[in-house]
C-alpha cells in the first residue's frame, strides 16, 4: 500500500511521493500483525533498502495518565496495570513503590509482602518474554514455538487468576503490601509451573536458538552500538545485548532483590539475535530468583502494613471491631491521603527501566503520574536501526524491541 | 490525634516539589529555561550520559510558571562491560519551570536523540514548545485535535462532552471524579444537569422534591 501523492500524512512523512527509478514510499500498519499491536512506519524503500522510517505512534492513547489523576490512590493501579498489559504487576508494584515512598511507609513492608511481590514480577517477566518469543517466532515464520510459550504463560496467569482473581490484570498489589494472603494450594501450584519451566525452556532453545534460519533472519540485523544504546536511551535486555550490564535490580534494589542471586545477561553483538538470547538468559535468572523465593514462602507472615489508614483491616474484624470498619469505610469512600511531594522510583520492567514519576499535592488523588515508558524509547530506535536495512528485515527489527502498545501510547 | 485521614497542614500544596519529604531517590536542580542547556551539557559531561525521561507537569496558580519540566537523568558509561564498571548508580532530576502566555523552552534533541518522542509528547498533552525541535507536532492525540489534554484546566472527558450529561446510572460517580474532594452536593449536580438540558431553575426544584 503507498501513500498518495496528494495528501501527505504528516510533516515527517515526504511531502511528494517520487516514484523515479525504485524509490518508494510504504506505510506499514497500523493494522498489520507482526507490529504487535498499532504501529505504523512509514518507510522509505529503494529497492529493498529501507532508506528512512518514521514510526508513528498514538493509535492506543487512552489517556491514562489523565486518568489516573482523577482516581484516588489505590483507584489508579487499576488503569496503571493496563499501561504494559503484558506485566502488569511490574507496572502497579513501580506506582506503589512510589506512593509508599511517598507516605514513609517504604521500609515497614513486611517481608513476606516484599517476597510475592518479587515472585510475581518474575513471573510476568517469564510470561512477557513467552509472548515475545513466540509472536516474534511468529514474525520469523516459526508457528511451533508459539504454543509451547503460550503454554507457559498460560500456566503462569493461572498463578495470577489463583492470586489475585484475574489473569492479567489481578490487581494483587496494593499499597503496603498484597491484596489479601496467597491461597491454599497456590504454593503446590508454583511448584508444578518450576517443574515444567525446565524441560519446556530446554524444548523451547532447541527448537527456536540453534534454529538456522531464525539465526539467518536476526544475525547482523539491526545492529546497535554501545554509544548508540545510551544516546537513545535503550534499558533493558535491549541496551544489555550491547554489552552495558546495567539492570535497575542491581544499580538501586528495590522489594529485598539485594538479597537474591542473579546473573545480568549481556551481549556484545548488539544485532536482533543478540538481544534474542539476552531475553532467553533473562528468564533462566528469573526462574533462578523465583527458586530462591519459593524457598522463602514455606514461612507464613504478615502479607500487609499493620497500619490500617493505609491497608484495609482484614475483613473478619470489619464485624466485630468499630475502629476497623470506620478505617475501611473511610479507605473505600475517600481513600488515604499522601504527603506532598514528588519521588521518582524505577524497577526493572521486561522490557527495560520503567519508571514512574509520582506528584501528590496531599490530597486523595495523585496530582500527577508520568510514566517512564520502556517501550517508547526501546521503539524510537527504529529510525536509526532501520535505516539500510532490508525491508523483510523490519518485522524482525520490531519484534526484538519488544514494543508494548498500551505502555508506549499510554 | 492526628490521623493520614487528616489532611496534611496547610491543605494540599500549590507547589508540591517545594515541600517534599526527604527522600533520596535522585539529585534535584532547579534551573529557569535559559541555564537548562548549559546545565545539561555540564551533567552530561559530567558522566550523566542517559536521559532517562522527559516528563511535565502542570501546576496552575502557581507563580510565575505554573509547568514544570522534568528531566530525569541517568550516571551510566557506555564503555561498562562489568556490573562493578557500571560505576555508582546515580540519578539526577533536573527541574526547569515555565510559565505562560508563551511556554517554551529549549531542545535536547541535539544531546540526546532520544528526547525527540517525550519532547513531542510534552507539546502534545501540555502545549510546552521546544524550541529548536526538529519535527515538534502532536504525537498522542491526533494533528487536528484542539487543547492541550494533560493540563489541570483540561476537563477529564474533553471539552465537547463535558457540556452533556452522561445518563443518570453513570452521573454520579462519572461526575465526581472529575471534581475535588469536598465534593458537590446532589442539588448542585442536579442544578448543573438541568443546565445542561436547557431547563430552568423551577424545574429542578420540582424534581428536588419528588425524588
Same mark, same amino acid.
Given at each position: 500500500?503507498?501513500?498518495?501523492?496528494?495528501?501527505?500524512?504528516?510533516?515527517?512523512?515526504?511531502?511528494?511521493?517520487?516514484?523515479?527509478?525504485?524509490?518508494?514510499?510504504?506505510?506499514?500498519?497500523?493494522?498489520?500483525?507482526?507490529?504487535?499491536?498499532?504501529?505504523?512506519?512509514?518507510?522509505?524503500?529503494?529497492?529493498?533498502?529501507?532508506?528512512?522510517?518514521?514510526?508513528?505512534?498514538?493509535?492506543?492513547?487512552?489517556?491514562?495518565?489523565?486518568?489516573?489523576?482523577?482516581?484516588?490512590?489505590?483507584?489508579?493501579?487499576?488503569?496503571?496495570?493496563?499501561?504494559?498489559?503484558?506485566?502488569?504487576?511490574?507496572?502497579?508494584?513501580?506506582?506503589?513503590?512510589?506512593?509508599?515512598?511517598?507516605?514513609?511507609?517504604?521500609?515497614?513492608?513486611?517481608?513476606?509482602?516484599?517476597?510475592?511481590?518479587?515472585?510475581?514480577?518474575?513471573?510476568?517477566?517469564?510470561?512477557?518474554?513467552?509472548?515475545?518469543?513466540?509472536?516474534?517466532?511468529?514474525?520469523?515464520?516459526?508457528?511451533?514455538?508459539?504454543?509451547?510459550?503460550?503454554?507457559?504463560?498460560?500456566?503462569?496467569?493461572?498463578?495470577?487468576?489463583?492470586?489475585?482473581?484475574? +489473569?492479567?490484570?489481578?490487581?494483587?498489589?496494593?499499597?503496603?503490601?498484597?491484596?489479601?494472603?496467597?491461597?491454599?494450594?497456590?504454593?503446590?501450584?508454583?511448584?508444578?509451573?518450576?517443574?515444567?519451566?525446565?524441560?519446556?525452556?530446554?524444548?523451547?532453545? +532447541?527448537?527456536?536458538?540453534?534454529?538456522?534460519?531464525?539465526?539467518?533472519?536476526?544475525?547482523?540485523?539491526?545492529?546497535?552500538?554501545?554509544?548508540?544504546?545510551?544516546?537513545?536511551?535503550?534499558?533493558?535486555?535491549?541496551?544489555?545485548?550491547?554489552?552495558?550490564?546495567?539492570?535497575?535490580?542491581?544499580?538501586?534494589?528495590?522489594?529485598?532483590?539485594?538479597?537474591?542471586?542473579?546473573?545480568?545477561?549481556?551481549?556484545?553483538?548488539?544485532?536482533?539475535?543478540?538481544?534474542?538470547?539476552?531475553?532467553?538468559?533473562?528468564?533462566?535468572?528469573?526462574?533462578?530468583?523465583?527458586?530462591?523465593? +519459593?524457598?522463602?514462602?514455606?514461612?507464613?507472615?504478615?502479607?500487609?502494613?499493620?497500619?490500617?489508614?493505609?491497608?484495609?483491616?482484614?475483613?473478619?474484624?470489619?464485624?466485630?471491631?468499630?475502629?476497623?470498619?470506620?478505617?475501611?469505610?473511610?479507605?473505600?469512600?475517600?481513600?488515604?491521603?499522601?504527603?506532598?511531594?514528588?519521588?521518582?522510583?524505577?524497577?526493572?520492567?521486561?522490557?527495560?527501566?520503567?519508571?514512574?514519576?509520582?506528584?501528590?499535592?496531599?490530597?486523595?488523588?495523585?496530582?500527577?503520574?508520568?510514566? +517512564?515508558?520502556?517501550?517508547?524509547?526501546?521503539?524510537?530506535?527504529?529510525?536509526?536501526?532501520?535505516?539500510?536495512?532490508?525491508?523483510?528485515?523490519?518485522?524482525?527489527?520490531?519484534?526484538?524491541?519488544?514494543?508494548?502498545?498500551?505502555?508506549?501510547?499510554? | 490525634?492526628?490521623?493520614?485521614?487528616?489532611?496534611?497542614?496547610?491543605?494540599?500544596?500549590?507547589?508540591?516539589?517545594?515541600?517534599?519529604?526527604?527522600?533520596?531517590?535522585?539529585?534535584?536542580?532547579?534551573?529557569?529555561?535559559?541555564?537548562?542547556?548549559?546545565?545539561?551539557?555540564?551533567?552530561?559531561?559530567?558522566?550523566?550520559?542517559?536521559?532517562?525521561?522527559?516528563?511535565?507537569?502542570?501546576?496552575? !496558580?502557581?507563580?510565575?510558571?505554573?509547568?514544570?519540566?522534568?528531566?530525569?537523568?541517568?550516571?551510566?558509561?557506555?564503555?561498562?562491560?562489568?556490573?562493578?564498571?557500571?560505576?555508582?548508580?546515580?540519578?539526577?532530576?533536573?527541574?526547569?519551570?515555565?510559565?505562560?502566555?508563551?511556554?517554551?523552552?529549549?531542545?535536547?534533541?541535539?544531546?540526546?536523540?532520544?528526547?525527540?518522542?517525550?519532547?513531542?509528547?510534552?507539546?502534545?498533552?501540555?502545549?510546552?514548545?521546544?524550541?529548536?525541535?526538529?519535527?515538534?507536532?502532536?504525537?498522542?492525540?491526533?494533528?487536528?485535535?484542539? !487543547?492541550?489534554?494533560?493540563?489541570?484546566?483540561?476537563?477529564?472527558?474533553?471539552?465537547?462532552?463535558?457540556?452533556?450529561?452522561?445518563?443518570?446510572?453513570?452521573?454520579?460517580?462519572?461526575?465526581?471524579?472529575?471534581?475535588?474532594?469536598? !465534593?458537590?452536593?446532589?442539588?448542585?449536580?442536579?442544578?448543573?444537569?438541568?443546565?445542561?438540558?436547557?431547563?430552568?431553575?423551577?424545574?429542578?426544584?420540582?424534581?428536588?422534591?419528588?425524588?
Amino acid at each position: 500500500m503507498t501513500i498518495s501523492s496528494a495528501e501527505p500524512r504528516s510533516a515527517f512523512s515526504v511531502d511528494v511521493v517520487e516514484r523515479t527509478g525504485n524509490r518508494m514510499v510504504l506505510s506499514m500498519g497500523p493494522q498489520h500483525p507482526s507490529t504487535h499491536g498499532v504501529l505504523q512506519i512509514i518507510t522509505e524503500i529503494e529497492g529493498e533498502i529501507v532508506t528512512k522510517a518514521s514510526p508513528e505512534i498514538g493509535y492506543l492513547h487512552t489517556g491514562i495518565e489523565k486518568s489516573a489523576e482523577n482516581l484516588f490512590w489505590s483507584q489508579a493501579s487499576t488503569v496503571i496495570e493496563r499501561m504494559d498489559y503484558l506485566s502488569p504487576l511490574s507496572n502497579a508494584l513501580c506506582y506503589y513503590l512510589a506512593v509508599e515512598r511517598l507516605l514513609g511507609i517504604g521500609d515497614t513492608i513486611p517481608p513476606r509482602a516484599q517476597q510475592v511481590r518479587v515472585l510475581l514480577c518474575e513471573l510476568s517477566r517469564i510470561a512477557s518474554h513467552c509472548v515475545w518469543l513466540g509472536t516474534g517466532g511468529i514474525d520469523l515464520g516459526a508457528l511451533t514455538g508459539f504454543f509451547y510459550c503460550f503454554d507457559l504463560r498460560e500456566r503462569i496467569l493461572d498463578l495470577f487468576e489463583a492470586s489475585g482473581g484475574a +489473569r492479567m490484570h489481578p490487581n494483587y498489589i496494593r499499597v503496603g503490601g498484597l491484596g489479601r494472603d496467597l491461597p491454599d494450594g497456590f504454593l503446590a501450584q508454583l511448584d508444578r509451573v518450576i517443574a515444567m519451566y525446565e524441560p519446556r525452556m530446554r524444548d523451547l532453545r +532447541r527448537l527456536l536458538q540453534k534454529n538456522p534460519i531464525l539465526q539467518d533472519r536476526m544475525i547482523d540485523v539491526g545492529i546497535l552500538s554501545a554509544d548508540d544504546a545510551v544516546a537513545w536511551s535503550l534499558t533493558g535486555p535491549t541496551l544489555r545485548a550491547t554489552g552495558i550490564p546495567y539492570d535497575v535490580r542491581r544499580a538501586f534494589p528495590y522489594s529485598g532483590y539485594e538479597s537474591y542471586e542473579f546473573d545480568v545477561p549481556t551481549r556484545t553483538e548488539g544485532d536482533a539475535y543478540a538481544r534474542f538470547l539476552v531475553r532467553l538468559d533473562e528468564m533462566d535468572e528469573a526462574m533462578r530468583i523465583i527458586r530462591q523465593v +519459593r524457598k522463602q514462602l514455606d514461612t507464613p507472615g504478615a502479607w500487609q502494613i499493620p497500619d490500617t489508614k493505609f491497608a484495609p483491616p482484614p475483613k473478619e474484624t470489619i464485624a466485630l471491631s468499630m475502629e476497623a470498619l470506620i478505617h475501611h469505610f473511610k479507605l473505600v469512600s475517600e481513600s488515604f491521603r499522601v504527603p506532598p511531594g514528588d519521588v521518582y522510583q524505577a524497577v526493572e520492567g521486561p522490557r527495560g527501566e520503567l519508571g514512574y514519576y509520582v506528584v501528590s499535592n496531599g490530597d486523595n488523588r495523585p496530582w500527577r503520574v508520568r510514566t +517512564r515508558p520502556p517501550s517508547m524509547y526501546n521503539l524510537q530506535v527504529l529510525k536509526k536501526i532501520a535505516v539500510g536495512e532490508l525491508i523483510a528485515d523490519m518485522v524482525v527489527m520490531i519484534g526484538s524491541l519488544d514494543p508494548v502498545f498500551g505502555e508506549v501510547d499510554r | 490525634m492526628p490521623s493520614s485521614q487528616t489532611p496534611p497542614a496547610g491543605g494540599t500544596a500549590l507547589d508540591p516539589t517545594a515541600v517534599r519529604p526527604d527522600i533520596d531517590d535522585a539529585r534535584i536542580l532547579r534551573v529557569a529555561p535559559a541555564e537548562l542547556r548549559a546545565t545539561l551539557e555540564r551533567l552530561k559531561g559530567e558522566g550523566f550520559a542517559m536521559l532517562l525521561d522527559v516528563g511535565a507537569a502542570d501546576y496552575p !496558580g502557581r507563580e510565575p510558571a505554573r509547568f514544570d519540566v522534568v528531566y530525569h537523568l541517568l550516571r551510566l558509561d557506555a564503555r561498562a562491560t562489568t556490573i562493578a564498571g557500571v560505576g555508582t548508580p546515580e540519578r539526577v532530576r533536573v527541574l526547569c519551570a515555565v510559565g505562560e502566555p508563551d511556554p517554551v523552552v529549549p531542545t535536547v534533541t541535539d544531546l540526546w536523540p532520544s528526547a525527540d518522542w517525550a519532547e513531542r509528547e510534552i507539546y502534545d498533552l501540555y502545549g510546552v514548545r521546544f524550541d529548536g525541535h526538529p519535527d515538534l507536532r502532536r504525537i498522542q492525540m491526533p494533528d487536528d485535535w484542539e !487543547g492541550y489534554p494533560l493540563r489541570k484546566d483540561y476537563p477529564l472527558r474533553g471539552p465537547a462532552r463535558e457540556r452533556t450529561p452522561r445518563p443518570s446510572f453513570a452521573l454520579k460517580s462519572n461526575v465526581a471524579a472529575g471534581t475535588p474532594a469536598s !465534593g458537590k452536593t446532589a442539588a448542585a449536580l442536579q442544578r448543573q444537569i438541568a443546565q445542561a438540558r436547557g431547563q430552568n431553575a423551577v424545574n429542578v426544584k420540582t424534581e428536588d422534591k419528588n425524588p
